[in-house]
């Protein structure tokens, strides 16, 4: 059986290994397919066409944008795009110069909350080009602001939490747009977490192809949307949303049918 995982992260944004040690684990736990979805960067592509290859596990090319609707955070995963396709990289340059700006107004609640913390201190955090909470969090930790990465989210970095601000970033219906025009699909990541069940059919008319229903965190709600993706007629995805620390790839096994499934949406 072929085993995939289509959402996983490296040092390019919020994960913690590099390129090379991703693909590596993945080969380790018994993956045959997975796809690399960084936040608005496609920098890991660089190299890991060439590295999966000599690894033999094939690979999907992907990205995580973050989008905004209603101002609310909506990730939405883009699959088998042209990673150098000018509009959508210029989109992307204009995101993570975003991100920043997001960092930085995150930052300056946090000092008017009497805790100090330099926007050089968040950026030695992040390895790769793309900065967003996750590093903010890591700053807090090492500076000893709070006393873990949950801590700062919960009092601080969540919606809803003391120096949260809210995203900024593409429409949602930009995202979609610039995903179908660098010719890939575009899928809705970890529906349950975002908690925004009545933006979907929103999402369906702009274009999505697929929903994230399988999650090895999300097993209670595979049913909720599997419903949801069959009344839509959504392509079922999935993936570990892998970002580092103690490993979630393959704990769930998914099957190549997913790919095939995506592919032939493609054609």
Do not use: W
Request: glycine share 8%; hydrophobic share 35%.
């Amino acid at each position: 059986m072929s085993n995939i995982d289509l959402h996983v992260h490296t040092i390019h944004s919020d994960g913690t290994l590099t390129v090379e040690a991703l693909l590596n684990l993945a080969v380790s736990k018994g993956l045959t397919c997975i796809s690399i979805t960084d936040h608005d960067t496609f920098d890991a592509y660089a190299t890991a066409p060439e590295i999966a290859k000599s690894l033999g596990v094939e690979l999907v090319t992907g990205i995580e944008i973050s989008s905004v609707s209603d101002g609310r955070d909506i990730h939405i995963l883009g699959y088998f795009c042209d990673v150098g396709n000018a509009e959508l990289l210029a989109a992307l340059e204009s995101q993570r110069e975003k991100r920043k700006d997001r960092v930085k107004a995150i930052l300056e609640k946090l000092r008017n909350l009497g805790l100090k913390l330099s926007y050089e201190q968040v950026e030695q955090q992040c390895l790769g080009a793309s900065i967003s909470r996750p590093h903010i969090a890591s700053a807090m930790v090492e500076a000893r602001h709070v006393n873990s990465f949950s801590e700062a989210f919960d009092l601080y970095l969540k919606e809803g939490a003391a120096a949260y601000c809210p995203p900024r970033g593409l429409s949602s219906e930009d995202a979609i747009s610039l995903i179908k025009k660098s010719g890939g699909l575009a899928v809705m990541a970890h529906p349950e977490y975002t908690n925004a069940d009545e933006l979907i059919p929103r999402l369906v008319k702009y274009g999505i192809a697929g929903l994230e229903v399988y999650n090895y965190k999300t097993t209670k709600s595979v049913k909720k949307y599997k419903n949801i993706a069959k009344r839509h007629g959504l392509i079922e995805t999935g993936g570990s949303d892998f970002h580092g620390g103690p490993s979630t790839l393959g704990l769930q096994k998914l099957p190549y049918s997913i790919v095939e499934k995506l592919r032939a949406k493609l054609q």
